[in-house]
């Protein structure tokens, strides 16, 4: 089983980024898909989620409106558009899988929102 994110890296107040997790070793259409983030000091958070069909999301109240989750099942993969970030969304930012009893995570990926 591996979820391996990509998509992080520095950018400027009010810019964009786009994360992605690609699954492998599982079946992926089964799964909830969630992005987290932990910052420096503070305990992870759930940021969004989506059901296993792509049917239904929910947001965390500090991000609604500007981020939007998104999944491919024919690609096997989930997507995280982030708009107008702020500073207070750097974090290292996680993909998660829940189905049953399993549960998947990634190895993360960092995002910096910095002038």
């Known amino acids: 089983v591996q979820l391996v994110e990509s998509g992080g890296g520095l950018v400027q107040p009010g810019g964009s980024l786009r994360l992605s997790c690609a699954a492998s070793g599982f079946t992926f259409s089964r799964y909830y898909m969630r992005w987290y983030r932990q910052a420096p000091g503070k305990e992870r958070e759930l940021v969004a989620e989506?059901?296993?069909?792509?049917?239904?999301?929910n947001y965390a109240d500090s991000v609604k409106g500007r981020f939007t989750i998104s999944r491919d099942n024919a690609k096997n993969t989930v997507y995280l558009q982030m708009n107008s970030l702020k500073p207070e969304d750097t974090a290292v930012y996680y993909c998660?899988?829940?189905?049953?009893?399993?549960?998947?995570w990634g190895q993360g990926t960092q995002v910096t929102v910095s002038s």
């Open positions: 989506i059901t296993s069909a792509g049917d239904s999301t």
């Open positions: 998660n899988a829940r189905f049953w009893k399993y549960d998947y």
